[in-house]
């Protein structure tokens, strides 16, 4: 009897462990996707089975899913069917995702390149800046402006010897109050020299992006639980991914810094 009942629950184990390995779990969703076998909707942190029958209300919803053995897959419509019956990994490995930082780069030049497009801004972005080409002093030095309200707003960067701070909680104060990103769509770098004839030299324009701090704690939250057993490396190449992805550029010691504040993560 004593055999038995060992080998029982020995069969459920198995059951369930198979069972979790064909979880995966919602990280982002966009649209209205329900589970046919409950009528649920998927939402941040929703789990289900691979083989689950998923009715997409709206045809180009998509979700962001995650399971721990098989890492993230972009699930849509179009590739539902593909999607319930693969048995393999559906994206690179980690560490061999490419991605592109602000910040790995040290030439001023590149600036341009850096930060053009949708740039995410957590906390702070620090830049390795090319002082034989930007000198940085009181006289010279960046600053961002940008319109809010019919109001042109400039703000002088700090900067620490070659390295240039843009910090959020300064860059958004207006007349004392932080304000809303939505409402701010697009920002100048500018380089500035004083003398006797200043010069203003606008370097590029971007996008800011700062994602909202509680549903974006939620999806690197699911991230990384479900990756408990990766390396730091691992969790930080596709987290940093993640974020380029449904984001855009990330600042990977911005990142870093961000992930030990909230959630203790380290190397």
Request: a negative charge.
């Amino acid at each position: 009897m004593k055999r038995k009942s060992v080998f029982f629950l020995f069969v459920v184990l198995l059951v369930h462990a198979t069972y979790a390995q064909d979880l995966f779990t919602v990280i982002k969703v966009s649209g209205d996707i329900v589970i046919e076998s409950t009528g649920s909707s998927l939402d941040i942190g929703t789990s289900f089975a691979q083989n689950e029958n998923l009715v997409f209300k709206i045809p180009e919803s998509w979700a962001a899913v995650i399971n721990p053995a098989r890492g993230r897959y972009l699930l849509t419509s179009g590739n539902l069917t593909e999607f319930k019956n693969s048995k393999s990994n559906f994206l690179p490995a980690a560490g061999k995702i490419s991605t592109r930082t602000i910040g790995t780069n040290p030439k001023a030049t590149d600036l341009k390149d850096e930060f053009e497009g949708n740039c995410v801004i957590l906390n702070e972005i620090r830049v390795k800046i090319d002082t034989t080409v930007y000198p940085m002093s009181d006289k010279k030095f960046f600053y961002i402006t940008y319109d809010y309200e019919g109001k042109t707003i400039n703000k002088k960067l700090a900067f620490t010897s070659d390295t240039l701070l843009i910090k959020k909680n300064e860059l958004l104060i207006v007349d004392g109050a932080e304000i809303p990103d939505p409402e701010i769509n697009q920002m100048v770098l500018i380089y500035f020299e004083g003398g006797e004839t200043s010069v203003s030299t606008p370097v590029c324009s971007f996008a800011p992006v700062i994602p909202d701090f509680i549903i974006f704690t939620q999806e690197i939250r699911i991230m990384i639980e479900l990756m408990a057993n990766k390396t730091y490396n691992e969790k930080l190449n596709e987290i940093s991914a993640f974020i380029q992805e449904f984001y855009g550029k990330i600042d990977d010691n911005n990142l870093k810094m961000w992930l030990n504040r909230y959630f203790d993560l380290k190397q």
